[in-house]
């Protein structure tokens, strides 16, 4: 099964995305994962990745093709994968599908967790993200067992620079500009679904799961 999570930043589609990959056992690829791990270990991608996602703007289409195609290529592929965090603009939705087509393969589902801006930005201020694994929390709706400390490795937990109020919202403008288009886009292909991602965890799972069952 091949997915695509849509949905702005803050929306909860990580979370979303990496339950359903342990649910159907696929891969969850998280672009801003792998940038994020990169500009750990220093790398030329991760340094080039930086000067665009400190500012909240987009990393350049070529730069994240590269990386995306690379990990396809990655035997845990095969059976599918959930995506999250990419496709992001409406040239990266067309070089997957083109991909997708030279395989004689396509997406089944692109799914848009739906959130109005203002609930994003009360809910990004209370985002905390583990440095070590990438896991995600909330202070209120999604606490660690032991504040401040990752559940699953017991990394130190931080605000992301990116999850500042100011640039969470160019982030969000970045969306309705850029990423809010591939909606149309997969409407087109048939394959749109959109869950309210106002509801909570489980509830949107749920949805989520109904869908992807049918
Ligand atoms: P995320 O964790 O998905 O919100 O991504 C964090 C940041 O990584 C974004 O604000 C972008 O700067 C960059 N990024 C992640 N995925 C993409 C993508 N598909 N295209 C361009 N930039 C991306």
């Known amino acids: 099964?091949?997915?695509?999570?849509?949905?702005?930043?803050g929306a909860g589609k990580g979370t979303q995305a990496k339950r359903i990959a342990a649910k159907y056992g696929i891969p969850h690829i998280s672009t801003g994962d792998i940038f994020r791990a990169n500009?750990?270990?220093?790398?030329?991608?991760?340094?080039k990745a930086k000067e665009y996602m400190d500012k909240g703007a987009l990393v350049p289409d070529s730069l994240?093709?590269?990386?995306?195609?690379d990990r396809f290529n990655n035997?845990?592929?095969a059976n599918g994968y959930v995506l999250?965090?990419?496709?992001?603009?409406?040239?990266q939705a067309k070089a997957l599908t083109e991909a997708l087509e030279k395989i004689g393969d396509k997406l089944d589902f692109a799914v848009d967790v739906d959130?109005?801006?203002?609930?994003?930005?009360?809910?990004?201020?209370?985002?905390r993200a583990c440095l070590q694994c990438g896991g995600t929390?909330?202070?209120?709706?999604?606490?660690?067992?032991?504040?401040?400390?990752?559940?699953?490795?017991g990394g130190d937990l931080i605000l992301r620079s990116d999850d500042a109020p100011e640039t969470v919202r160019?982030?969000?403008?970045?969306?309705?500009?850029q990423t809010q288009p591939l909606i149309d886009y997969y409407k087109d292909e048939g394959i749109f679904e959109r869950v309210d991602g106002t509801k909570d965890m489980e509830t949107v799972f749920e949805d989520i799961t109904n869908i992807l069952d049918r």
Do not use: Q, W
């Open 1 to 9: 099964m091949k997915i695509v999570m849509l949905g702005a930043p």
């Open 39 to 47: 500009l750990k270990a220093g790398t030329e991608l991760g340094l």
């Open 64 to 69: 994240t093709l590269e990386l995306i195609m």
């Open 75 to 77: 035997e845990d592929c």
């Open 84 to 91: 999250d965090g990419f496709p992001r603009t409406i040239p």
């Open 115 to 127: 959130v109005p801006d203002e609930a994003i930005i009360s809910r990004m201020s209370g985002r």
């Open 137 to 153: 929390y909330h202070v209120v709706f999604n606490p660690p067992k032991v504040e401040g400390k990752c559940d699953a490795c």
């Open 170 to 177: 160019h982030r969000l403008e970045v969306y309705h500009e």
